[in-house]
Each structure stands twice: as structure tokens, then as C-alpha cells.
């Protein structure tokens, strides 16, 4: 077993491309660092409907030049195998973007070269920049495919690589299965073209024309008084919102400088996601400086849009349920037509708003790349705080819209002396109180989460909370409406619980949903205590139901 695991790691250093793994690979054997090595060496990256994630360094479970060199030759076999599955104007046309993670820039410029060695045609974006823009360009362009280097609201050390197909959507089945089999078939480096030069750097043609888009998401003629505080998470977003609130004719947000500029380290959070404790303290300290309307952030790759409030003597973020709900009955309002989507960990609220709108309204598998897919989709959200309010330009969500798009409505309500609270209770009101939770465990031992869902399959709860469950599903079978996934879902008397394993992240997900029925804004405040009194103990036992 040792010196099997020592001569696989020879034979990948033997092909390294990159001098700093090949460098951090070299001690690890030189020190017969046998556990280091069967961490890095026990299998591989695999590569499905997220692309790659992992964390940085030397081997094949690790993301680095290799393995992503390996990934876009298995994706340009793919699409020559292929065709042009979407029609794209130009079928031998790759776009490729980036983020200023670590790595990003070789991984991008890696791409480009092997699809350029392929006799595909490559194109990279001009610099590190939000990943809409880089959903916005693929069908702009009539490329055949996109890929995106982030590893979007992960920590520092990790990074990814996600697959668009020429539709502008990330990829779903069967295509993932096909690019990872093509990936498989790779026996060497070496067999892998990489010319020095050959393809084309893009210039701001294309980020224009994204910004140009973004005037298709507001209302001709709407208010646009809204003041913001906004942050970037450490992120590429400041440039592109900056530019799209001016052309928008917005006042200029209030930057937090200390998280304005890219940095791949992110300094001043544990985890760069505003939905991690701590990550807005610097957002609401500038908030509580200015007195803004709102705060706006995105995730480090500007796909999500966390937004917070004053309430009462405070600010506090918004969920992502609140803001879905907001955007839609702002939609709603603006007299929007077409199919409003939602994943099933999302809040069931919107489905109500568009059923009293008369709207189509579609559930799907947790991620935009099943929400992208909705026929006719108008609207879209995810309650990771994404959100795609304009599919005809970026089919993903979209954090610079989606800011966009909440300042409005904070306008409109302003012009009529309310806030986005006020238009909350008001929904509250109409359709019951829709209040969410979640229960995220984060793990070092996958070994947990996999536990976790066979102690529910094996002994299922029969009540939480005290409410009884009227259906329990195993969704590994599918539904009549859902193609099969890793996930269980409880439906309780007035209550809603989703249990499944993050996709991208070492994390097992608990999404709980429960709906106190209001008889006017006078009962709102012992709704909201019920609410919480309910959330709380579905919480407490099904931790203990799953053993976490």
C-alpha cells in the first residue's frame, strides 16, 4: 500500500505543471508523509452538476493545474463529441471567466490553452469578474459552452470550476456524467495539447454590454432614491454594481472599505458568505455611521445578494426567503408575466404570491441550474440569496440584478413613506406568516452527514415540535415532478422540513419552514412569537432525531 501510494504520487509529479504543488508534492514524498498522501491520492475530484470544488494544493483530490487541466480536455472532447447541443452561433467558441481567488488566473488561462489545443476556439474574460457577467456572455457571444473558475463563498483555501453549456445554464444530467467520463479517459497530461497562445483575451465589449442588459430589470421611470451601504465581501462585485447603480441613476453606495478590494485571503471574515456569523459586522458599523435605506452584499464572485434592514434600533440581514418573497411581490406588482421557480428548500410563500397573481409557478432541485431550466421562467430564487430576476439576460443567479432590483422597490416604498418590513408584514398578512430556519451542521468527517440521513431513513421521526408528519419522502426515489436526489422531506401539520447534504460544501442542510396563519397586522407580533416558539423545537428535535 505505501509504495503504491508513493509511486502514484511520483507518477503525478512526474506530470505536475504547476512548480508550486510540484514543490509541496515533492516534500510530502520525501518526507513519507503516508497519511498527507492517501488524503490527496485516495480517489478523485469528482466532477458532477456543481463542476469542481475542493481545496487547493498538490494531487488528485485537490483542485490544481493538473486536475483542472484534466477537466477541460474532458469538456472539450465532450463538446466535439457533441456538437452544438444549443444552437450556438459559433459552435467552436468557449468562454472562459474568473474570480481573484488563488489560482483563478492559471486555471482560466489553462483552460483557454486546452481548449485552443483542442481546435475549439477559447475567449477569457478581460479580469476577474462576477460570474453573471460570464453567464451573460455565453449566450451573447453564441458560445458553446462557459466555464467559470470560483470556488464562490467558500474559504480562502478552496476553488472551482463550473461547467455552462451553450443555453447559458450549468450543467445537469446527463452532461455531467458524459464530460466526467471524458475527464476518466485522460490517461496523461502529456497527451493534452497546450499551446503558449492562440486565444483571444476579451475586452470590456462584453461587460458593456452586460451593463446595458441590466436596464431590462427596472421599471422605466421608477423611483431610484434609495441610499446603500454595500460591500463586497472582498470580492470582484464593487466595480460591476458600482457602474450598474450609476447607469441606473442611483446614489452611489457607501463602500466598506476594508472589504472592498479583491483579496483571495479575505482578512477580516472566517468565512466570506454573509450568511456566516460576523461576515456583516463591518457592513452594519458603516450602516450604523450613514443611515442608509438598506446594506447590500455580494459573495466574493457577486452571484448572491444578501440584504439587511433597520429593525428597530438595528440593522439585521434579511433572509434570503424575505428578499425571494420581496423581489416577487415587487415583480408581481410591475404586472410580470411568465413562470415564478423556487428549489424545494425555498420558502413555500412564493408559490402562494404567484397562485393569487394567477402565475405558473414550478418547484425544483436545490441550485439555478434546474432553475434556469424552468420553461418560461420570469422569475427565480434560491434562499442561499440567489436570485435570478432577469433569465432573458443571465440564466443563473445574479447578484448585481438582483441589488439592482431590491433598491428599487426599497424606492418605491420610501416615495410612500414605507420600508421593505412594512411590505413584509403586509405579505405576512395576506398569506400567512411564512417564517424560515435552518439547521446547518459543518463537519470535518463526512462520515456524520452520511450517518445522519441513515439514522432518519431507519428510524424516522413520526412528529417535531409537536406537530405530527402527514407525508415523509425519500427523495432517492424521485417524485412526479423531481428527478431523484440525496435528500428526505417531512411535511407536517402547518410545517415544512428538507434534509439533505450540501452540494459544494462539508455540510449537512436542514431547511425548516413553518406557517402561522394571521388575522391582521394587530396579531403579527404573537405570530411571530409562535413562529419562532415552533422553529425552535422543530430545531431541538430534529437534531436529535438525526443524531447531530
Given amino acids: 500500500m505505501h509504495d503504491d501510494l508513493i509511486s502514484r504520487a511520483e507518477t503525478w509529479l512526474a506530470e505536475d505543471p504547476d512548480p508550486e504543488t510540484r514543490e509541496e508534492l515533492a516534500k510530502l514524498i520525501s518526507a513519507g508523509d503516508t497519511a498527507e498522501l492517501a488524503a490527496r491520492f485516495g480517489g478523485t475530484l469528482q466532477f458532477g452538476t456543481a463542476g469542481l470544488r475542493g481545496e487547493l494544493g498538490a494531487g488528485p483530490m485537490r483542485m490544481n493545474r493538473g486536475v483542472v487541466i484534466r477537466a477541460a480536455a474532458g469538456l472539450a472532447a465532450y463538446l466535439k463529441k457533441n456538437g452544438t447541443p444549443h444552437g450556438g452561433a459559433d459552435a467552436g467558441l468557449v468562454v472562459i471567466g474568473y474570480d481573484a481567488r488563488h489560482k483563478s488566473a492559471d486555471f482560466a488561462r489553462d483552460t483557454a490553452a486546452v481548449m485552443t489545443g483542442a481546435g475549439l476556439r477559447a475567449a477569457v474574460l478581460p479580469r476577474p469578474l462576477p460570474t453573471p457577467v460570464l ?32 443555453d447559458g445554464s450549468q450543467i445537469v444530467p446527463p452532461a455531467d456524467a458524459g464530460i466526467a467520463a471524458e475527464i476518466d479517459a485522460i490517461a496523461s497530461l502529456h497527451d493534452v495539447p497546450r499551446p503558449e497562445s492562440g486565444w483571444e483575451t476579451l475586452d470590456d465589449a462584453v461587460l458593456d454590454a452586460y451593463l446595458a442588459r441590466t436596464d431590462a430589470v427596472l421599471a422605466p421611470g421608477s423611483p431610484r432614491t434609495a441610499r446603500t451601504v454595500y460591500t463586497a465581501m472582498h470580492g470582484v462585485g464593487r466595480d460591476v454594481l458600482v457602474a450598474a447603480f450609476a447607469r441606473a441613476g442611483f446614489p452611489e453606495p457607501v463602500l466598506v472599505a476594508e472589504q472592498a478590494e479583491p483579496d483571495p485571503d479575505f482578512p477580516t471574515v472566517a468565512f466570506p458568505n454573509p450568511e456566516e456569523p460576523g461576515a456583516m459586522d463591518l457592513a452594519f458599523a458603516r450602516a450604523r455611521a450613514t443611515d442608509p435605506d438598506l446594506v447590500i452584499a455580494n459573495d466574493p464572485d457577486a452571484d448572491r445578494c444578501a440584504v439587511a434592514v433597520r429593525d428597530g434600533g438595528d440593522w439585521r440581514m434579511l433572509r434570503g426567503d424575505e428578499v425571494g418573497a420581496l423581489l416577487a411581490a415587487h415583480l408581481v406588482r410591475r404586472g410580470a408575466t411568465g413562470t415564478f421557480a423556487e428549489s424545494i428548500v425555498s420558502s413555500s410563500l412564493l408559490g402562494r404570491i404567484a397562485e393569487k397573481a394567477g402565475l405558473p409557478y414550478e418547484e425544483t432541485l436545490t441550485g439555478f441550474k434546474w432553475i434556469a431550466r424552468v420553461d418560461g421562467l420570469r422569475y427565480g430564487y434560491e434562499e442561499a440569496l440567489g436570485y435570478c430576476v432577469d433569465p432573458e439576460g443571465v440564466r443563473d443567479k445574479d447578484g448585481i440584478t438582483a441589488a439592482l432590483l431590491i433598491t428599487e422597490l426599497a424606492s418605491v416604498l420610501k416615495e410612500q413613506g414605507r420600508t421593505l418590513l412594512d411590505l413584509l408584514d403586509d405579505l405576512a398578512v395576506e398569506h400567512g406568516l411564512h417564517a424560515t430556519d435552518q439547521l446547518s451542521v459543518r463537519v470535518e468527517d463526512l462520515s456524520v452527514i452520511s450517518d445522519a440521513m441513515r439514522r432518519l431513513r431507519e428510524q424516522p421521526p413520526t412528529e417535531l415540535a409537536g406537530l405530527t ?80
Fill in 469 to 548: 408528519i402527514t407525508r415523509a419522502e425519500d427523495l432517492t426515489q424521485g417524485t412526479e415532478s423531481l428527478p431523484p436526489t440525496d435528500g428526505l422531506r417531512y411535511t407536517l401539520d402547518g410545517a415544512r422540513v428538507i434534509v439533505r447534504p450540501s452540494g459544494t460544501e462539508p455540510k449537512l442542510k436542514c431547511y425548516l419552514e413553518v406557517v402561522v396563519p394571521v388575522a391582521g397586522h394587530a396579531g403579527l407580533p404573537a405570530a411571530h412569537t409562535r413562529a419562532t416558539e415552533l422553529l425552535t423545537a422543530v430545531k431541538r428535535d430534529l437534531s436529535a432525531a438525526a443524531g447531530i
Fill in 135 to 166: 453567464a451573460f456572455a455565453i449566450r451573447h457571444l453564441g458560445a458553446v459552452a462557459g466555464v467559470e473558475v470560483t470556488a464562490s463563498h467558500n474559504p480562502p483555501r478552496d476553488n472551482g470550476y463550473k461547467v455552462y453549456l451553450g
